[in-house]
């Protein structure tokens, strides 16, 4: 059996790893678009303090921060060890005590399904500031141990390395769909027209382009993402938690940087410039939390389109009316989290295998017109 996987993202790379470790022939076709969503992202692992009430999205998101160990290991076997993965922990930030009690609260609570949370402690604004120095001494905190960050890059650099060890061929290209009336039997790929029994598309915001000539209107719209990276002069912060504001902004840490973000812009397409208004917004935030940044020298700033799907809620499985396509998208703002996770889904349903999550609630019509 010769599958192809286009789009080598986060949710394409896992696919194609997965799919790696059994006997089936793997193609996987990437374009290296400008604002890939995985090049660009945080990598903050940490699903579980979500206030978003979406049951389906939460099963995803938190069965992709549980399978992230399980993972690192099987591509540590595979002699992959650089993926940026530590559990540092993270802090959630408030100033107001009785939030901070809410917010431990509903964590113990959601610890009875989700052990891997590990440890919930309440912070003083003294005890917050000691574990992330930068920051203002009036938040403190909720802190959770099982908390972890990733780098997105390193990590699908690894899951491309795995694979192809494992046989997989990848290419670099624009993949089209080859087909007749509703018979795809293969993609055309720089001039030239590959066969395959199966199709997987996993091409993020860009995957209405692919489906186009179907006569499918596929409904996934790019969120544009500015995000900015520092450099703390003579600081090690590679133990540092994660820090998360009361705001929908993020502070974490790498061994040679902190990334600072990120914007949610609606309105801008696929346009992929570093904008005045962009990192001002950031700074301003990010500075306002932790001034201790503000002595930081500016590393870059990277531009990614974040993929979503109607109701903000990821699709994967068949695409309907079409025998050999399967689609997975809309992984959002948490894909990072959830897209290891579900690319080895995907893999278990191009193999004909059954799944652990129901996909039922993942429906992929829900996505098309
Ligand atoms: P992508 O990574 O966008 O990959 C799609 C790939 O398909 C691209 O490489 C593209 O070139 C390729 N492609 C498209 N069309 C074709 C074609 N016709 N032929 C060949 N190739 C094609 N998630 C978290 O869990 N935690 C975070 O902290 C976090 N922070 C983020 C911060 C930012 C700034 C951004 C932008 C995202 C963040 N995310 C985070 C979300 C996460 O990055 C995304 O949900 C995830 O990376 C999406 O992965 P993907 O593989 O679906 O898409």
Not at 34 to 60: E, M
Not at 304 to 321: E, K
Request: proline share 5%; with cysteine; charged share 20%.
């Amino acid at each position: 059996k010769k599958i192809i996987v286009i789009g080598a993202g986060i949710l394409g790379a896992s696919t194609a790893y997965h799919l790696s470790k059994s006997d089936v022939e793997v193609l996987l076709i990437d374009r290296k678009d400008k604002g890939q969503a995985t090049d660009a992202a945080a990598g903050i692992v940490c699903p579980w303090l979500s206030q978003r009430r979406n049951k389906a999205w939460y099963q995803l998101a938190k069965g992709g921060a549980r399978y992230y160990p399980e993972l690192i290991k099987m591509l540590e076997e595979d002699g992959e060890t650089d993926t940026g993965y530590k559990r540092v922990g993270t802090l959630s930030l408030h100033a107001d005590p009785d939030k901070l009690e809410k917010m431990a609260e509903r964590a113990l609570k959601r610890r009875k399904e989700a052990p891997e949370i590990g440890e919930i402690t309440i912070l003083s604004p003294e005890e917050t500031k000691k574990r992330f120095p930068p920051l203002s001494v009036e938040f403190g905190s909720v802190f959770v141990s099982g908390g972890a960050r990733v780098n997105g890059r390193a990590m699908r650099d690894a899951l491309l390395n795995g694979a192809k060890k494992n046989g997989v061929q990848i290419f670099q290209g624009n993949a089209a769909l080859f087909h007749e009336g509703n018979k795809v039997s293969g993609v055309s790929v720089n001039g030239q027209t590959i066969l395959a029994d199966q199709i997987i598309i996993t091409a993020g915001a860009w995957s209405n382009e692919i489906l186009k000539p179907l006569g499918i209107n596929f409904k996934v719209t790019p969120q544009k993402a500015q995000i900015i990276h520092l450099e703390l002069p003579k600081t090690e912060t590679a133990d540092w938690p994660v820090v998360m504001p009361p705001t929908n902004q993020y502070i974490l840490t790498f061994d040679d940087r902190v990334v600072v973000g990120a914007t949610h812009e609606d309105e801008a397409g696929f346009d992929n410039r570093v904008t005045a208004g962009g990192i001002h917004d950031i700074l301003s935030k990010a500075l306002a939390v932790a001034p201790g940044l503000s002595e930081g020298s500016l590393l870059e700033t990277r531009v990614g389109f974040r993929p979503f799907t109607p109701g903000f809620l990821p699709v994967i499985g068949p695409l309907p009316n079409f025998n050999n396509i399967l689609v997975a998208n809309g992984l959002g703002a948490s894909g990072l989290t959830s897209g290891p996770y579900l690319g080895a889904e995907l893999a278990k349903l191009a193999l004909g295998k059954s799944t652990e999550l129901d996909i039922s609630n993942y429906d992929v019509s829900g996505a098309i017109e």
